[in-house]
């Protein structure tokens, strides 16, 4: 008896449907996605992270400049970065748990509380930290998202902080930008979900980070990273790292991508324009991909040079001040000796050869200041 052509046709389907479920699980077992979507309908629908893409983002936000803590609406600290715990000087181990309050002056114990249920009538507020026998530490904490059973802050020491910058970092992170990761060569846009403090700290930290994959090609950047080398992020990503950076610095950059574990090097990464930013780029494997996060140091080699023409600005002038000094010297030493000088010329002489040897101390601390003058 032949199969109707209904039925054919419906075997046919079911057999589709089973090679895409097997397609799709294949896919997972090897590593090939770093998010699925669920959800019922349309407006119930979110992506949730895999364990990989989750931990990636968790390394990142581990390396950040900036201290992260996430507490419960009561301040205790559900979870602190290796950042937070230098700040305060204490193990993460022995911070984790602990109330916020603690960590901070106790007139200011109450603000923190009001951070930590996310009622601050303001995003940003000083504080400053404890640190046990050293002197407090001024920072500002800054709200990064609320819930019901947790809020996220941001802690930026005060003299590491750029204002025009922070001001720009923390309006973009209360915006909501949304990212993505690269998976077959598709975007897979990311929504809110658990993860949501990491993506945000991930994307707005002053530092460029991107992953990329064994061979080399970019997958993710954040939006510094996007900034620092003046492309669209549509553009960057699928892009191999290594024709970001400047030809001489090639050879760095494949050490690092060879290195097992972590790494670091000074490179200049080419702006679209070809113009070079001097980085501090440090390197970390994670779970078959490269985490590469960028400092830019070009602002700082600007000072140092600034601070170098001082010094040598100022030896300049010990070498000349030193050279007036010495008649000044010799010429008192004479009129000490005359015996034609009466009390109020002694005197005089005696203020002139004090007030000189303190100028004499002046000079030679200038000299300290550039030693080869």
Known sequence: MEPSTTGGSELTTLREQLQDAE????????????????????????????????????????????GAVTVSPGGEILFANHAFARMVGENLADVLRTPLQRWVLPEQAAQVAAAAKGSLSQ???????????????????????????????????????????????????RSGSVDAFVVDGKQVRMLDSAQAPYRVLVEQMRQGAATVDADGTIVYANERLVTMLAMPAARLLGTKLAQHVAEPDRHALRTMLAARANAQADLR???????????QATM???DGHKLFLFTDVSERKRHEASDERTRRFLGMLAHEFRNMLGP??????????????????????????????????????LRRVNPKE
């Open 328 to 365: 000044i010297s010799t010429s008192t030493e004479v009129l000490k000796r005359s015996a034609t000088l009466d009390a109020d010329g002694r005197k005089a002489v005696e203020t002139i050869e004090r007030q000189a040897a303190r100028l004499v101390g002046l000079v030679e601390d």
């Open 284 to 286: 970390t494997s994670l």
């Open 123 to 173: 995003r940003d507020i000083g504080v400053e930290l404890q640190r046990g026998a050293r002197d407090p530490l001024p920072v500002t904490l800054s709200l990064v998202s609320s819930s019901d059973d947790f809020t996220t802050l941001l802690v930026t020491p005060v003299q590491a902080q750029d204002a025009e910058d922070a001001r720009a970092t923390l309006e973009a992170i």
């Open 269 to 279: 990464l080419l702006r679209a324009n070809g113009d070079p930013t001097a980085v």
């Open 23 to 66: 397609d799709v699980c294949h896919a997972i077992r090897m590593g090939e996605v770093d998010a699925v979507v669920v959800g019922r309908d349309d407006e119930d629908k979110r992506v949730l992270l895999m364990s990989g893409a989750y931990a990636r983002y968790r390394q990142i936000v581990e390396d950040i400049i900036q």
